[in-house]
C-alpha cells in the first residue's frame, strides 16, 4: 500500500493563491487518477477537483489541480482566496481497489 | 436528485458491533458501488472499503479484513456497514459515499457519528 502525503497547514491572506500538495510514497502519481475533496467543519466531504485537473460542476475556475511526475505529486492550487474557501482539504488516490486518502490540509485564510 | 441518508448516532460499549445504514434514492441503485469512508475526531478521512449492489461483491481495506462486513438489500436500495469487536480507536464519523462512474465521490452521506465508550 501507497501513502499520500499533505503539509498539515496552510495559511495566506484573501486574494492571494495557495498551492496545496500531496506526494505519492510509492508507485507512480501519473498512473492512477487524483481527487481532491473539500471538507468545511461539521459537513460532508465534497469534491473539488477529479481525474487529476478536472473541476466538478459549481466549483469555480478558481480551483485547479495539476501532478508532477519529478517529484511524484499533485497539487491542488486556489487562486483569488476567499474566506470561504477556509477548510480542510484531502487528496485521494487508488491503487487497483484500494483507496488511498492523504492526511488532510487545514487551510486558513488570514 | 440523489440522496444517501445514514442512520442516527450510535453509542456501543468495547466488545460490541455496530450496524450502520445508508439509504440511497435518486438513481438506479444497482449501478454504482457504495464506499465506507470513516473520520475520527480532529482527524482525516480513511476509506474502509466498498460493495458492489449489483451482486453484492466486497472489498475491504486490509486494516478492516475480518472485523467488517458490508451487505446490501436491493428491495430497499440500502447498503449496510457492520463493524465488530469495538474500541474506542472506532470512535468516528462513518460515511457512506457513491463514486461516479470515473471513480471519484460525487455524493456522501451526511455521516454517522459512533461512540464506543464504557
Known amino acids: 500500500n501507497f501513502m499520500l502525503t499533505q503539509p498539515h497547514s496552510v495559511s495566506e491572506f484573501p486574494g492571494k493563491t495557495v498551492t496545496i500538495s500531496c506526494t505519492r510514497s510509492s508507485g507512480s502519481i501519473a498512473n492512477n487518477y487524483v481527487q481532491w475533496y473539500q471538507q468545511r467543519p461539521g459537513s460532508s466531504p465534497t469534491a473539488v477537483i477529479y481525474?487529476?485537473?478536472?473541476?466538478p460542476s459549481g466549483v469555480p475556475d478558481r480551483f485547479s489541480g495539476s501532478i508532477d511526475s519529478s517529484s511524484n505529486s499533485a497539487s491542488l492550487t486556489i487562486s483569488g482566496l476567499k474566506t470561504e474557501d477556509e477548510a480542510d482539504y484531502y487528496c485521494?488516490?487508488?491503487?487497483?481497489?484500494?483507496?488511498?486518502f492523504g492526511g488532510g490540509t487545514k487551510l486558513t485564510v488570514l | 436528485q440523489v440522496q444517501l441518508v445514514q442512520s442516527g448516532a450510535e453509542v456501543k460499549k468495547p466488545g460490541a458491533s455496530v450496524k450502520v445504514s445508508c439509504k440511497a434514492s435518486?438513481?438506479?441503485?444497482?449501478?454504482?458501488?457504495m464506499n465506507w469512508v470513516r473520520q475520527a475526531p480532529g482527524q482525516g478521512l480513511e476509506w474502509m472499503g466498498m460493495?458492489?449492489?449489483?451482486?453484492?461483491?466486497?472489498t475491504y481495506a486490509q486494516k478492516f479484513q475480518g472485523r467488517v462486513t458490508m451487505t446490501r438489500d436491493t428491495s430497499t436500495s440500502t447498503v449496510y456497514m457492520e463493524l465488530r469487536s469495538l474500541t474506542s480507536e472506532d470512535t468516528a464519523v462513518y460515511y457512506c459515499a457513491r463514486p461516479s462512474n470515473s471513480g471519484w465521490y460525487d455524493y456522501w452521506g451526511q455521516g454517522t457519528l459512533v461512540t464506543v465508550s464504557s
Open positions: 481525474e487529476d485537473n478536472q473541476r
Open positions: 460493495i458492489n449492489p449489483r451482486g453484492a461483491s466486497t
Open positions: 485521494q488516490s487508488y491503487d487497483g481497489s484500494n483507496r488511498v
Open positions: 435518486g438513481y438506479t441503485f444497482s449501478d454504482y458501488y
